[in-house]
């Protein structure tokens, strides 16, 4: 099981990014921040837009040391042939193929009646510390933007109330 402030569980996988595929593991990202998010499926209707805001957004992440990974189940066949029929526009990430389905059964966002993943939104801290978790219905898109906020409110090592926003007060 999952627990918040214990080491996230360790990954192995191929992704692609600008057209290379390579293997990505949670050891690859020591000394920074890491934001995971599993999705449904490739060629569906709601994962585009994700996948589309988290690269648009990128940069935000990236100003923050934070990198971001996209994992599913879907090969990474499928993966290249739907960064390659433009839906998505530029991806500024890794999109990780799960088929054997260790990492989403690892993460706990396995729906398995569907055999796919849960929409799970995952922040490790530069130890490999989990420090955030949400998972949701996948008929609900996530919002990045809450995603950053967490995020700074996590990097600022201070108790924010709820609806904190970067530049105001903390309790602390």
């Known amino acids: 099981m999952l627990n918040i402030g214990k080491q996230a569980p360790e990954f192995a996988l191929e992704g692609i ?8 593991s949670l050891r690859g ?13 490739d060629f569906t209707f709601i994962c585009p837009t994700e996948i589309k805001e988290f690269s648009h ?3 935000e992440f990236e100003e923050m040391n934070v990198y971001v990974l ?3 189940v879907d090969s990474i066949d499928s993966h290249k042939r739907w960064i390659e029929s433009g ?12 088929e054997a389905k260790t990492m989403t059964n690892g993460y706990g ?3 398995e009646d569907e055999q796919l ?10 130890e490999g510390v989990m420090r955030y978790m949400l998972v949701s219905d996948n008929d609900v898109g996530r919002s990045v933007t809450e995603t950053l906020r967490v995020i700074k409110a996590l990097q600022m090592g201070k108790l924010c109330p709820v609806e904190w926003q970067p530049g105001e007060k903390t309790l602390n």
């Open 117 to 126: 993943a849960l929409r799970g939104t995952f922040i490790i801290d530069p």
């Open 109 to 111: 966002v396995m729906k």
């Open 29 to 41: 990202f020591t000394a920074k921040w890491l934001v995971i998010f599993f999705y449904p499926k």
């Open 87 to 98: 839906e998505l526009g530029t991806v500024n990430f890794p999109l990780l193929s799960d």
């Open 57 to 59: 957004r990128n940069a």
């Open 70 to 72: 996209g994992v599913s």
């Open 17 to 24: 990014f600008n057209g290379e595929v390579k293997k990505y």
